[in-house]
């Protein structure tokens, strides 16, 4: 298993955009990164995943356009650039490691081995 601390989050106002980034303590190259998030009353869902090499990538539905992950293998670093971000799009948000083999990608929180303590970001109206 890897450490993952999360950062980036914080307060915007609708419209904007915040950048989220995953650091790793160890050796994250071969293996999916993803991203969930967790809002106020709901349940964590799945927001975007990077495959090893960023060679594919899968984004919920209501993110998609607006969202993109991406990975720096050499940094052990994934990011979330979240653009025309919507009041909707308030959450914590967590970066989690793949416990699956690395040819295959999930979106299932029990198919990760890892998680961050997530980062808060807010959108105001």
């Known amino acids: 298993q890897v450490q993952l601390v999360e950062s980036g989050g914080g307060l915007v106002q609708a419209g904007g955009s915040l950048r989220l980034s995953c650091a790793a303590s160890?050796?994250?190259?071969?293996?999916?990164m993803n991203w969930f998030r967790q809002a106020p009353g709901k349940e964590r869902e799945f927001v975007a995943l990077v495959s090893w090499n960023g060679g594919t990538t899968d984004y919920l539905d209501s993110v998609k356009g607006r969202f993109t992950i991406s990975r720096d293998n050499a940094e052990n670093t994934v990011y979330l650039q979240m653009n025309s971000l919507k009041t909707e799009d308030t959450a914590v948000y967590y970066c989690?490691?793949?416990?699956?083999?690395?040819?295959?990608?999930?979106?299932?929180?029990?198919?990760?081995?890892?998680w961050g303590k997530g980062t808060l970001g807010t959108v105001s109206a």
């Open positions: 160890g050796r994250t190259a071969s293996i999916t």
């Open positions: 989690a490691a793949s416990g699956i083999p690395w040819f295959r990608t999930s979106r299932l929180a029990r198919d990760m081995n890892s």
